[in-house]
Protein backbone atom coordinates (compact mmCIF):
# COMPACT_ATOMS: atom_id res chain seq x y z
CA UNK A 1 0.00 0.00 0.00
CA UNK A 2 1.19 3.06 -1.30
CA UNK A 3 2.14 5.58 1.77
CA UNK A 4 0.69 9.34 1.70
CA UNK A 5 2.59 12.07 2.29
CA UNK A 6 1.31 14.01 5.36
CA UNK A 7 0.89 17.70 2.94
CA UNK A 8 -1.10 15.59 0.58
CA UNK A 9 -3.15 14.19 3.19
CA UNK A 10 -3.97 17.63 4.80
CA UNK A 11 -4.89 19.06 1.15
CA UNK A 12 -6.68 16.68 0.56
CA UNK A 13 -8.97 16.69 3.63
CA UNK A 14 -9.55 20.77 3.03
CA UNK A 15 -10.03 19.92 -0.75
CA UNK A 16 -13.10 17.50 1.01
CA UNK A 17 -14.31 20.22 3.43
CA UNK A 18 -14.54 22.65 1.07
CA UNK A 19 -16.59 20.95 -1.35
CA UNK A 20 -18.89 19.74 2.12
CA UNK A 21 -19.02 23.72 3.06
CA UNK A 22 -21.99 24.77 1.33
CA UNK A 23 -23.96 21.71 3.40
CA UNK A 24 -23.16 23.95 6.61
CA UNK A 25 -23.08 27.23 5.45
CA UNK A 26 -26.91 28.14 6.04
CA UNK A 27 -26.06 29.25 9.61
CA UNK A 28 -25.73 33.06 10.58
CA UNK A 29 -24.17 35.23 13.79
CA UNK A 30 -25.06 39.02 14.04
CA UNK A 31 -23.27 41.08 16.40
CA UNK A 32 -26.14 44.05 17.14
CA UNK A 33 -26.12 46.61 19.49
CA UNK A 34 -27.81 50.40 20.31
CA UNK A 35 -26.06 53.30 22.14
CA UNK A 36 -28.19 56.44 23.02
CA UNK A 37 -27.24 59.10 25.18
CA UNK A 38 -28.62 62.90 25.68
CA UNK A 39 -29.40 65.77 28.25
CA UNK A 40 -32.77 65.90 29.99
CA UNK A 41 -34.30 68.63 32.26
CA UNK A 42 -36.91 67.77 34.52
CA UNK A 43 -39.17 70.26 37.11
CA UNK A 44 -39.92 68.27 39.93
CA UNK A 45 -37.52 65.43 41.16
CA UNK A 46 -37.79 63.76 44.23
CA UNK A 47 -37.60 60.12 45.48
CA UNK A 48 -40.57 57.44 45.69
CA UNK A 49 -42.58 58.31 48.54
CA UNK A 50 -41.69 61.74 49.42
CA UNK A 51 -43.76 64.64 48.90
CA UNK A 52 -41.31 67.06 49.98
CA UNK A 53 -38.04 68.32 48.68
CA UNK A 54 -39.02 68.13 44.96
CA UNK A 55 -36.55 70.06 43.05
CA UNK A 56 -35.77 70.74 38.81
CA UNK A 57 -32.73 68.98 37.76
CA UNK A 58 -30.45 68.48 34.57
CA UNK A 59 -28.65 65.55 33.83
CA UNK A 60 -27.73 63.16 31.63
CA UNK A 61 -30.21 60.44 30.40
CA UNK A 62 -29.23 57.33 28.47
CA UNK A 63 -31.32 54.99 26.90
CA UNK A 64 -34.45 57.09 26.41
CA UNK A 65 -35.32 56.60 22.58
CA UNK A 66 -34.24 52.95 23.02
CA UNK A 67 -31.96 50.99 25.53
CA UNK A 68 -28.19 50.77 25.04
CA UNK A 69 -27.85 47.73 24.64
CA UNK A 70 -25.74 44.53 22.46
CA UNK A 71 -26.54 41.35 21.86
CA UNK A 72 -25.85 38.06 19.27
CA UNK A 73 -28.36 36.65 17.03
CA UNK A 74 -28.48 33.91 15.44
CA UNK A 75 -30.01 31.33 13.02
CA UNK A 76 -29.04 27.22 11.80
CA UNK A 77 -31.23 25.79 8.07
CA UNK A 78 -31.72 22.48 9.73
CA UNK A 79 -33.44 21.85 6.55
CA UNK A 80 -37.62 21.29 5.58
CA UNK A 81 -38.01 25.10 5.99
CA UNK A 82 -37.09 24.83 10.02
CA UNK A 83 -34.42 26.84 11.19
CA UNK A 84 -32.80 26.60 14.69
CA UNK A 85 -32.64 30.77 16.49
CA UNK A 86 -31.32 32.28 19.37
CA UNK A 87 -31.05 35.97 20.59
CA UNK A 88 -28.63 36.99 23.32
CA UNK A 89 -29.07 40.42 24.47
CA UNK A 90 -26.89 42.71 27.33
CA UNK A 91 -28.01 46.24 28.39
CA UNK A 92 -25.59 48.71 29.62
CA UNK A 93 -25.65 52.19 30.72
CA UNK A 94 -23.92 54.06 27.93
CA UNK A 95 -23.33 57.29 30.26
CA UNK A 96 -21.03 55.32 32.76
CA UNK A 97 -20.73 52.09 30.75
CA UNK A 98 -22.08 50.28 34.02
CA UNK A 99 -23.68 46.88 32.84
CA UNK A 100 -27.24 47.39 33.16
CA UNK A 101 -28.39 44.34 35.37
CA UNK A 102 -26.04 43.65 37.85
CA UNK A 103 -26.87 39.59 38.24
CA UNK A 104 -27.14 38.57 34.61
CA UNK A 105 -25.13 38.98 31.46
CA UNK A 106 -27.59 38.92 29.27
CA UNK A 107 -30.06 39.92 31.28
CA UNK A 108 -32.76 41.70 28.71
CA UNK A 109 -32.58 38.38 26.59
CA UNK A 110 -31.77 34.82 26.49
CA UNK A 111 -33.31 31.95 24.51
CA UNK A 112 -33.35 29.72 22.27
CA UNK A 113 -35.83 28.01 20.12
CA UNK A 114 -37.37 26.44 16.37
CA UNK A 115 -39.00 28.64 13.76
CA UNK A 116 -40.85 27.03 11.07
CA UNK A 117 -43.21 29.75 7.79
CA UNK A 118 -45.67 26.82 7.93
CA UNK A 119 -45.77 25.48 11.69
CA UNK A 120 -44.93 28.51 13.60
CA UNK A 121 -42.14 29.81 16.61
CA UNK A 122 -41.21 27.99 19.61
CA UNK A 123 -38.51 29.53 22.07
CA UNK A 124 -37.64 29.01 25.56
CA UNK A 125 -35.65 31.35 28.08
CA UNK A 126 -35.65 34.70 29.10
CA UNK A 127 -37.82 37.21 26.47
CA UNK A 128 -40.94 39.04 26.00
CA UNK A 129 -44.07 37.40 26.73
CA UNK A 130 -46.93 36.81 24.80
CA UNK A 131 -48.33 39.99 25.69
CA UNK A 132 -45.64 42.39 24.73
CA UNK A 133 -45.68 40.53 21.70
CA UNK A 134 -49.14 41.11 21.17
CA UNK A 135 -49.31 44.48 22.09
CA UNK A 136 -45.66 46.28 20.75
CA UNK A 137 -47.12 47.46 17.01
CA UNK A 138 -49.81 49.45 19.13
CA UNK A 139 -47.09 50.81 22.28
CA UNK A 140 -46.76 54.15 22.99
CA UNK A 141 -43.34 53.74 22.96
CA UNK A 142 -42.67 53.68 19.12
CA UNK A 143 -42.47 57.36 18.10
CA UNK A 144 -43.03 58.90 22.02
CA UNK A 145 -40.61 56.90 23.99
CA UNK A 146 -41.26 54.62 27.10
CA UNK A 147 -38.44 57.33 29.13
CA UNK A 148 -41.01 59.91 28.39
CA UNK A 149 -44.03 58.72 27.03
CA UNK A 150 -45.10 55.07 28.58
CA UNK A 151 -48.07 54.83 30.20
CA UNK A 152 -47.91 56.73 33.78
CA UNK A 153 -45.59 54.55 35.68
CA UNK A 154 -45.66 51.77 32.19
CA UNK A 155 -48.94 50.36 34.60
CA UNK A 156 -49.64 48.28 31.67
CA UNK A 157 -46.34 47.07 30.70
CA UNK A 158 -46.66 48.34 27.12
CA UNK A 159 -42.70 48.89 27.53
CA UNK A 160 -40.05 46.75 26.94
CA UNK A 161 -38.72 46.86 30.40
CA UNK A 162 -39.74 43.66 31.95
CA UNK A 163 -39.20 40.50 30.59
CA UNK A 164 -40.11 36.81 31.68
CA UNK A 165 -37.60 34.09 32.99
CA UNK A 166 -37.72 30.64 32.66
CA UNK A 167 -40.53 31.33 29.74
CA UNK A 168 -41.87 28.76 26.92
CA UNK A 169 -43.22 30.88 24.44
CA UNK A 170 -45.13 29.75 20.93
CA UNK A 171 -46.32 32.34 18.10
CA UNK A 172 -48.19 30.81 15.40
CA UNK A 173 -47.48 32.15 11.61
CA UNK A 174 -49.56 34.40 10.02
CA UNK A 175 -53.12 32.92 8.37
CA UNK A 176 -55.36 34.78 6.64
CA UNK A 177 -53.97 38.18 8.49
CA UNK A 178 -54.22 36.90 12.27
CA UNK A 179 -51.20 35.50 14.54
CA UNK A 180 -51.67 33.89 17.81
CA UNK A 181 -49.40 33.64 20.77
CA UNK A 182 -48.83 32.24 23.90
CA UNK A 183 -46.04 31.81 27.03
CA UNK A 184 -46.31 30.27 30.33
CA UNK A 185 -43.14 31.23 32.26
CA UNK A 186 -42.37 28.34 35.20
CA UNK A 187 -42.14 29.56 38.62
CA UNK A 188 -39.92 26.80 40.36
CA UNK A 189 -41.32 26.65 43.77
CA UNK A 190 -41.98 23.67 45.64
CA UNK A 191 -45.10 22.26 45.93
CA UNK A 192 -47.36 24.99 43.45
CA UNK A 193 -47.08 24.98 39.63
CA UNK A 194 -49.03 28.83 39.96
CA UNK A 195 -46.73 29.84 42.39
CA UNK A 196 -44.60 32.52 40.80
CA UNK A 197 -45.38 31.63 37.03
CA UNK A 198 -46.17 34.34 34.59
CA UNK A 199 -48.91 33.55 32.05
CA UNK A 200 -49.89 35.21 28.35
CA UNK A 201 -52.01 35.24 25.91
CA UNK A 202 -52.65 37.35 22.58
CA UNK A 203 -54.30 37.63 18.91
CA UNK A 204 -52.95 39.96 16.53
CA UNK A 205 -54.62 40.86 13.30
CA UNK A 206 -53.00 42.94 10.44
CA UNK A 207 -54.18 43.54 6.84
CA UNK A 208 -53.57 46.67 4.70
CA UNK A 209 -53.52 49.74 6.77
CA UNK A 210 -55.59 48.24 9.44
CA UNK A 211 -54.01 46.38 12.69
CA UNK A 212 -55.86 45.33 16.17
CA UNK A 213 -53.98 43.31 18.50
CA UNK A 214 -55.65 42.18 22.08
CA UNK A 215 -53.90 40.62 24.84
CA UNK A 216 -54.14 39.21 28.40
CA UNK A 217 -51.25 38.32 30.97
CA UNK A 218 -51.50 37.70 34.45
CA UNK A 219 -48.04 37.66 36.97
CA UNK A 220 -48.28 35.82 39.91
CA UNK A 221 -46.09 36.62 42.81
CA UNK A 222 -43.83 33.19 44.07
CA UNK A 223 -44.92 34.43 47.66
CA UNK A 224 -48.70 32.76 47.44
CA UNK A 225 -50.00 35.08 50.35
CA UNK A 226 -48.49 38.14 48.79
CA UNK A 227 -45.84 40.72 50.16
CA UNK A 228 -42.63 40.88 49.14
CA UNK A 229 -42.02 39.28 46.01
CA UNK A 230 -40.23 36.51 46.25
CA UNK A 231 -37.12 35.35 44.10
CA UNK A 232 -38.66 32.50 42.05
CA UNK A 233 -41.21 35.26 40.27
CA UNK A 234 -40.49 35.36 36.59
CA UNK A 235 -41.34 38.60 35.55
CA UNK A 236 -38.93 41.25 36.74
CA UNK A 237 -36.59 44.26 35.20
CA UNK A 238 -33.68 42.97 36.93
CA UNK A 239 -34.36 42.66 40.57
CA UNK A 240 -37.23 45.31 40.25
CA UNK A 241 -40.30 44.23 40.33
CA UNK A 242 -42.65 44.58 37.51
CA UNK A 243 -45.32 47.60 37.98
CA UNK A 244 -44.17 49.27 40.90
CA UNK A 245 -44.26 52.97 40.81
CA UNK A 246 -45.16 56.24 42.41
CA UNK A 247 -48.83 55.20 40.76
CA UNK A 248 -48.81 51.93 42.88
CA UNK A 249 -46.43 51.97 45.03
CA UNK A 250 -48.97 50.86 47.86
CA UNK A 251 -49.98 47.76 45.68
CA UNK A 252 -46.44 46.12 45.53
CA UNK A 253 -47.64 43.40 47.97
CA UNK A 254 -49.82 41.94 45.58
CA UNK A 255 -50.34 37.99 45.68
CA UNK A 256 -50.73 38.78 41.71
CA UNK A 257 -51.43 40.72 39.00
CA UNK A 258 -53.57 40.60 35.69
CA UNK A 259 -53.11 42.93 32.65
CA UNK A 260 -55.72 43.67 29.33
CA UNK A 261 -55.32 45.17 26.61
CA UNK A 262 -56.78 46.11 23.21
CA UNK A 263 -54.60 48.02 20.35
CA UNK A 264 -55.76 49.42 16.98
CA UNK A 265 -53.75 50.87 13.97
CA UNK A 266 -54.00 52.82 11.21
CA UNK A 267 -52.02 53.79 8.35
CA UNK A 268 -53.93 56.71 6.54
CA UNK A 269 -51.29 57.95 3.77
CA UNK A 270 -47.49 57.18 3.64
CA UNK A 271 -46.83 60.10 5.89
CA UNK A 272 -49.37 59.67 8.50
CA UNK A 273 -50.51 56.75 10.77
CA UNK A 274 -51.89 56.55 14.04
CA UNK A 275 -52.07 54.29 17.14
CA UNK A 276 -54.56 53.91 20.15
CA UNK A 277 -54.72 51.68 23.08
CA UNK A 278 -56.50 50.52 26.18
CA UNK A 279 -55.61 48.65 29.16
CA UNK A 280 -57.42 47.34 32.04
CA UNK A 281 -54.49 46.54 34.82
CA UNK A 282 -55.43 44.70 38.47
CA UNK A 283 -53.31 44.40 41.47
CA UNK A 284 -54.92 41.52 43.07
CA UNK A 285 -54.36 41.16 47.22
CA UNK A 286 -53.28 37.99 49.19
CA UNK A 287 -53.63 37.56 52.68
CA UNK A 288 -50.53 38.46 53.30
CA UNK A 289 -50.94 42.00 51.25
CA UNK A 290 -50.29 45.26 53.02
CA UNK A 291 -54.13 45.72 50.98
CA UNK A 292 -57.55 45.01 51.23
CA UNK A 293 -59.09 45.26 48.20
CA UNK A 294 -58.00 44.96 44.08
CA UNK A 295 -57.31 48.20 42.84
CA UNK A 296 -57.56 48.78 39.35
CA UNK A 297 -56.21 51.02 36.83
CA UNK A 298 -57.82 52.03 33.53
CA UNK A 299 -55.40 53.55 30.71
CA UNK A 300 -56.60 54.67 27.44
CA UNK A 301 -54.10 56.72 25.08
CA UNK A 302 -52.84 57.33 21.20
CA UNK A 303 -50.53 58.51 19.10
CA UNK A 304 -50.26 60.20 16.16
CA UNK A 305 -47.17 60.11 13.46
CA UNK A 306 -46.17 62.29 10.75
CA UNK A 307 -43.65 61.72 8.68
CA UNK A 308 -42.87 64.76 6.24
CA UNK A 309 -39.90 63.32 4.47
CA UNK A 310 -36.87 60.90 4.63
CA UNK A 311 -35.14 62.32 7.26
CA UNK A 312 -38.22 64.30 9.56
CA UNK A 313 -40.44 62.03 12.30
CA UNK A 314 -42.96 63.64 14.51
CA UNK A 315 -44.99 62.03 17.04
CA UNK A 316 -47.68 63.47 19.18
CA UNK A 317 -49.40 61.52 22.24
CA UNK A 318 -51.79 61.94 24.88
CA UNK A 319 -53.04 59.22 27.93
CA UNK A 320 -55.59 59.41 30.82
CA UNK A 321 -55.76 56.62 33.66
CA UNK A 322 -57.58 56.32 36.71
CA UNK A 323 -58.15 54.39 39.04
CA UNK A 324 -60.71 52.75 40.87
CA UNK A 325 -62.35 53.54 44.17
CA UNK A 326 -60.86 51.30 46.75
CA UNK A 327 -58.78 49.96 50.16
CA UNK A 328 -60.95 53.09 51.64
CA UNK A 329 -60.23 55.87 49.17
CA UNK A 330 -63.26 57.62 47.59
CA UNK A 331 -61.28 60.51 45.09
CA UNK A 332 -59.37 57.55 43.31
CA UNK A 333 -56.65 59.15 41.21
CA UNK A 334 -56.33 60.64 38.04
CA UNK A 335 -53.10 61.18 35.50
CA UNK A 336 -53.22 62.94 32.41
CA UNK A 337 -50.25 62.60 30.35
CA UNK A 338 -48.91 64.67 26.95
CA UNK A 339 -46.36 63.97 25.00
CA UNK A 340 -44.40 65.40 21.73
CA UNK A 341 -41.30 63.71 19.77
CA UNK A 342 -39.21 65.20 16.75
CA UNK A 343 -36.52 62.79 15.34
CA UNK A 344 -34.06 63.94 12.69
CA UNK A 345 -31.79 60.52 10.97
CA UNK A 346 -28.55 61.72 10.20
CA UNK A 347 -28.20 58.49 8.44
CA UNK A 348 -30.21 54.80 8.50
CA UNK A 349 -28.99 54.49 11.98
CA UNK A 350 -28.21 57.32 13.27
CA UNK A 351 -30.63 60.38 14.39
CA UNK A 352 -31.20 63.02 16.59
CA UNK A 353 -34.30 63.40 18.81
CA UNK A 354 -35.76 65.91 21.19
CA UNK A 355 -38.65 64.80 23.44
CA UNK A 356 -41.49 66.85 25.66
CA UNK A 357 -43.93 65.69 28.56
CA UNK A 358 -46.05 66.88 30.84
CA UNK A 359 -48.19 64.75 33.29
CA UNK A 360 -51.41 66.17 35.49
CA UNK A 361 -51.62 64.23 38.64
CA UNK A 362 -54.63 64.50 40.92
CA UNK A 363 -57.01 62.19 43.29
CA UNK A 364 -55.47 59.61 46.50
CA UNK A 365 -53.43 56.88 45.91
CA UNK A 366 -51.96 54.30 48.68
CA UNK A 367 -48.68 55.40 49.90
CA UNK A 368 -45.84 52.69 50.62
CA UNK A 369 -47.53 51.40 53.79
CA UNK A 370 -50.58 50.28 51.69
CA UNK A 371 -54.14 50.54 53.45
CA UNK A 372 -54.72 53.29 55.96
CA UNK A 373 -51.72 55.86 54.21
CA UNK A 374 -53.88 57.60 51.57
CA UNK A 375 -52.08 60.14 50.30
CA UNK A 376 -52.20 62.80 47.10
CA UNK A 377 -51.46 61.20 43.65
CA UNK A 378 -48.31 62.52 42.35
CA UNK A 379 -46.72 62.80 38.73
CA UNK A 380 -44.53 60.56 37.33
CA UNK A 381 -43.73 60.79 33.61
CA UNK A 382 -43.77 57.62 31.44
CA UNK A 383 -41.26 54.95 33.18
CA UNK A 384 -37.54 56.82 32.73
CA UNK A 385 -38.37 58.70 36.19
CA UNK A 386 -39.83 56.15 38.60
CA UNK A 387 -37.37 56.36 40.46
CA UNK A 388 -37.31 60.60 40.41
CA UNK A 389 -41.31 61.04 40.39
CA UNK A 390 -42.96 64.71 41.19
CA UNK A 391 -43.37 65.72 44.74
CA UNK A 392 -46.97 67.11 43.57
CA UNK A 393 -49.32 66.61 41.00
CA UNK A 394 -47.52 68.65 38.39
CA UNK A 395 -44.28 67.23 35.98
CA UNK A 396 -42.20 68.85 33.43
CA UNK A 397 -39.47 67.24 31.39
CA UNK A 398 -37.73 67.47 27.68
CA UNK A 399 -34.92 65.52 26.68
CA UNK A 400 -32.43 65.69 24.11
CA UNK A 401 -30.58 63.35 22.12
CA UNK A 402 -28.17 60.68 19.51
CA UNK A 403 -28.71 57.70 18.92
CA UNK A 404 -26.67 55.21 16.95
CA UNK A 405 -27.45 51.73 16.09
CA UNK A 406 -25.02 48.90 14.69
Known sequence: ??????????????????????????????????????????????????????????????????????????????????????????????????????????????????????????????????????MSPFSPITWITGYYGAHPGDVDGLDTIYRANNTIEYTSPKLYGLTVSGSYSLGGVAGSTNAGSTWATGIQYAAGPFGLGIAFERVNNSNTAGGAWGANSTTSNGGAQIGVSAVTNGYQTARAQQRFAMGLSYRFTDAWDATATYTNTQYIPGSGSKFLNTAIFNTAGGVLHWKPSSVWDFGAGYAYMRATQANGITDSAQYHQFNLSQYYSLSKRTGLYLLEAYQHAKGKTLGTSGAGSIVDATATLGDGLNTAPSSTGNQFAVGAGIIHRF
Open 1 to 134: MKKQHPVHLVLASAAVLAFAAPAFAQSSVTLYGIVDNGIGYQSNSTTVGSTTGGKSVVKMNQGVWAGSRFGLRGAENLGGGTKAIFVLESGFNSATGAAQFSDAIFGRQAWVGLTNATYGTLTAGRQYASYYQT
